[in-house]
């Protein structure tokens, strides 16, 4: 389990100007990571752009990530939906032989009860072949995963192992950081809060910004899972306006846009997101030259 403390990234996927995946750029983005002290990668989550990617398209990716990863650090798949049978039948379909953990989203859009979301994640833990990692993110899924329902799961289902918690309430995460079994992960997904929950006994993060940035990232999340808050804290004073220009438009229009500044993947983003503006794209590269300064 230690495996996931620290900063996981939440992998985008590149596009070629045609709109085809940019699978070098994919591989370079995965080198880039490991190399700056990124500790494991997450696969197909939102801002992988998940639900405009084809099913032919996700399995090319996890192959691609795989290859380039070559077992350095771990992996987290995302499957998830509204739709139980179709996500069982998923992870039935799937090689998971090089996957550590799964990460499975609430179910959007149906707004199913708390007994709803509990007898789904149920049902996913009981075909699940590997680890469960929740995923609580309300401002997508419409329906918030209480505490009581996510610590339910924890007790209940020992391949239930952690909770991204990305509900951006500070009061949720204190609930569940006092309340959860003793070896229960609470990851943040939420890049402006990370600091204050693992300060607070959280696990880590399953980061936005920290693939562009990820010696920076991480060096913060390490020094906040020592205590050393003081000098984490500089480090997240730093990223603070790059960390809210990226999610000012959309996610994930605005790592790409600073992606491509960095020069490690094009900005392009599938319909029916758009592109980050120009004013975005120009505030983005002073932030990157104030941060370099």
Known sequence: ????????????????????????????????????????????????????????????????????????????LGIGGNNTATIIDEINATDLSQIDALLSVSPYYSKPTQEGIYQHFKAIAEASPIDIILYNVPGRTSSNMLPETTLRLARDFDNIIAVKEAGNNVHQYLNLLRDKPEDFLVISGDDDLVLGVVLAGGAGVISVLGQ???KQFTKMIKLGLEGKAKEAYKIHFDLMDMTSLIFSENNPAGIKAVL???????????????????????????ALDKLNN
Not at 275 to 284: C, H, P, Q, V
């Open 212 to 214: 562009a940035l990820p």
């Open 1 to 76: 389990m230690t495996k996931f403390y620290g900063t996981g990234v939440a992998i985008i996927t590149p596009f070629n100007e045609d709109g085809s995946v940019d699978h070098e750029a994919l591989s370079n983005l995965v080198d880039y990571n490991i190399e700056n002290g990124t500790n494991y990668i997450v696969i197909s989550g939102t801002t992988g752009e998940s639900v405009t990617i084809t099913k032919q398209e996700k399995k090319d990716i996890i192959q691609t990530i795989i290859r380039a990863t070559n077992a350095r650090v771990p992996l987290v």
């Open 260 to 286: 491509e500044a960095l020069n490690l993947s094009r900005s392009d983003v599938r319909l029916p997101l758009v592109e980050a503006t120009d004013d975005l794209k120009n505030k983005i590269r002073l």
